[in-house]
């Protein structure tokens, strides 16, 4: 029997936005989704209201049965009764085990972030920015028991252009992955895609973005500031310390150097510049804790003497 868009049960697992796009693209497509997989409602804002994922809310407003285990490797037997062809997987969030791998009759697949098998892990899209690479992309892959190691089906490039940040960047490689995923669902399934082992010398890891990362180091080149910058933007955002409050940054952009020593406050005035390890760095949009965020130069009209400060 060959699978047909009708005919094919796909169990979708997913859990940010990214995330709710390819799952979009699917229903868009007419692919049966039997049922989606993603975290818990967390707490949002002050009021701490609990608040779904977007792959939730999206798979509600299909009328698509939702399932939102705390451990999957604890909570899956309801993936039997969905009786699944297969999963797909984008930005879960949890390790899927092997309950889960060995249940669909064809396998379970995954989109990740990467051109694999460069930056396996967590974080490939921050890590990508991170290294300053010029390009990035999405691999269709299997997913096997360890992280990232499964046959690759396909890919798709993605080029990063020098205004991009994670937020940016997140968005055009979930447009890609909905794109490449609508192509080769179908295919995959009827057995075309016959997949590529990933050459294991050429293997790296994108390490989940840490707390202690989003500290911004103004002992480092303005070039490497920049570039963390970009991968903690929107979200966390990188900070350092206005006196004893956080101040995030997050855009910036190089300007001529200077002598003063790294995290001093050169500019004040129709700007905010702050001298780093190699270069100076304009901070063009910056949020001091507990306050709005805004643009450099109406932070530095808000905030007295502070030329010659310096950040830390």
Request: proline residues 6%; charged residues 20%; negative net charge.
């Amino acid at each position: 029997m060959a699978y047909t868009k009708e005919n094919a049960r796909i169990v979708y697992m997913g859990t940010p936005e990214i995330s709710a796009t390819v799952l979009q693209g699917l229903i868009e497509s007419g692919f049966h989704i039997v049922g989606v997989v993603t975290n818990p409602d967390k707490p949002m804002g002050r009021k701490g209201i609990l608040t779904p994922s977007p792959v939730k809310m999206l798979a509600q407003c299909f009328g698509i049965p939702v399932f939102q285990p705390v451990k999957i490797r604890l909570e899956n037997d309801f993936l039997k009764d969905l009786n699944p062809d297969v999963v797909v997987t984008m930005a879960y969030g949890q390790i899927v085990p092997e309950a889960v791998l060995s249940c669909p009759k064809k396998g379970c697949i995954n989109l990740h972030g990467s051109l694999l098998p460069a930056l396996r892990g967590a974080a490939p899209i921050q890590r990508a920015i991170d290294l300053g690479l010029k390009e990035t992309g999405v691999t269709l892959m299997e997913m096997v028991k360890a992280m990232d190691a499964g046959v690759m089906y396909d890919t798709a490039v993605v080029p990063i252009e020098e205004n991009d940040n994670y937020s940016t960047l997140a968005n055009k490689i979930g447009v890609a992955a909905r794109e490449l995923i609508v192509k080769d669902l179908l295919p995959y399934l009827n057995d075309e895609l016959p997949g590529t082992p990933q050459e294991e010398s050429l293997v790296t890891f994108a390490n989940k973005i840490l707390p202690e990362d989003e500290k911004l180091d103004l002992s480092w080149p303005a070039s490497r500031l920049l570039c963390r910058i970009k991968a903690l933007s929107l979200t966390p955002g990188g900070y350092v310390y206005l006196g004893e409050e956080k101040l995030k940054i997050f855009s910036a952009h190089i300007v001529s150097g200077s002598d003063a020593a790294p995290g001093t406050v050169t500019k004040a005035h129709k700007g905010f510049e702050v001298a780093t390890g190699e270069g100076t760095l304009s901070l063009d949009l910056v949020q001091l804790q507990g306050k709005k965020t805004m643009d450099g130069k109406s932070f530095v009209n808000g905030y007295r003497d502070l030329e010659g400060k310096v950040l830390s």
